[in-house]
């Protein structure tokens, strides 16, 4: 099992797939920052006051995590923090679902896909992180800089 994950090809495929995921999820946050806070509002675990910051900050830190994956600089800290950012988003759906919120993920919303909270989010969720593990454990840390 270790070859397999390790196997550099299917490293590439992980790192691209979650590159792209997180890129796709941050691009209609970073060009809407005022729907995005409206639902970070809806999921009612931050303070009024860093809403706006979040709203704003949140979205490139996904982007820029997906570009540097794909661009395999650090992979294994960002696979760490793609692992974070998912365990964060489904510890913040299950509280609403436990609490009986029912509202919109806020995760992709770049086609109109807006998805309500629920166990399939939840479940997609623990998938990312799935997927980010093998990168996190048989990836490379380095930045690897060719001059001519």
Known sequence: M???FANKKILLA???LMGS???LASIDKIFNPAVF???LREYKLLPEILIPLVSVTLPWMEFFAGLLIILNIFSQSVALIMILFNTGYI???TINLAWGLAHECGCFT???WNEPIS????ARDLFFV???VPILFYASNEFKYKSK
């Not at 166990?119 to 939840?122: A, K, M, N, P, R």
């Open 119 to 122: 166990g399939s989010t939840i």
């Open 37 to 39: 806070s409206s639902v």
């Open 130 to 132: 799935l997927l980010c």
């Open 21 to 23: 995921v997180f890129i």
């Open 110 to 112: 770049l086609f109109g």
């Open 2 to 4: 270790n070859k397999l």
């Open 14 to 16: 992980l790192r691209l």
């Open 91 to 93: 510890l913040g759906i």
